[in-house]
């Protein structure tokens, strides 16, 4: 493939470092997975569309040069065919017909798994108030025991919940880069063989055009 393969890293790496940066921190599990769902798409979309017009401009750059010794009504011919144009078009139906780039993430929170743990945490609260209230034998250590079994048991659900929270979190960065990797090669694919039939049309008109030359000679 043509340079094009650069600008593919570069962009690429751009939207990850962007994606790097808003997950970095304790970011709100729920409107993030929102978010990205709809603004990962868009940004590979987006930029998949300036790369195939930058693929074109290359390779319209290089036929111009293929084509430099020719004469010029051959020349006028060329331009008229509009191959970058026609490219475009192959290039998007391409895009469009056979899915080759994926327009859709989706996103894990394990909301069930904090909510269980919320529905735990509070269920072995009140179950340590309770079995402290049957075991206490007078009112001062059924308060004192009741408020320690309180602290002890809001600090492990504290630790449990805290642990879910960055799991889910972990898994959304994880999902998010596994969702830029795989159509980032989608991308390198679809525009490899926007190369391909781009070559080939040239090719046609270069033959066709040997044989206008030996008619005209």
Excluded at 45 to 67: D, F, G, H, Q, R
Excluded at 179 to 203: G, R, S
């Amino acid at each position: 493939m043509s340079n094009i393969k650069k600008n593919i890293e570069q962009q690429f790496n751009n939207i990850k470092n962007d994606i790097k940066i808003q997950l970095d921190k304790e970011f709100d599990i729920e409107q993030t997975t929102k978010h990205l769902a709809s603004y990962l798409p868009k940004e590979v979309m987006y930029n998949s569309e300036l790369l195939v017009e930058t693929l074109l401009s290359n390779l319209m750059k290089e036929a111009k040069s293929t084509i430099e010794n020719l004469d010029v009504k051959t020349k006028n011919l060329f331009y008229s065919e509009k191959l970058n144009e026609k490219i475009l078009e192959f290039a998007n139906s391409l895009k469009e017909d056979k899915n080759l780039i994926n327009n859709a993430v989706e996103f894990q929170n394990d909301k069930s798994k904090l909510n269980a743990i919320i529905a735990g945490g509070t269920t072995f609260v009140m179950g340590a108030i309770g079995v402290t209230s049957i075991a206490s034998s007078s009112i001062i250590n059924l308060i004192v025991s009741g408020i320690v079994a309180l602290v002890v048991a809001a600090l492990v659900f504290k630790v449990v919940y805290k642990k879910q929270l960055e799991k889910t979190r972990e898994n959304i960065r994880q999902v998010a880069k596994s969702y830029l990797n795989t159509t980032q090669e989608q991308v390198e694919n679809w525009l490899d063989q926007v190369e391909i039939a781009f070559n080939k049309e040239l090719q046609l008109f270069l033959n066709k055009n040997a044989n206008l030359n030996l008619r005209t000679n």
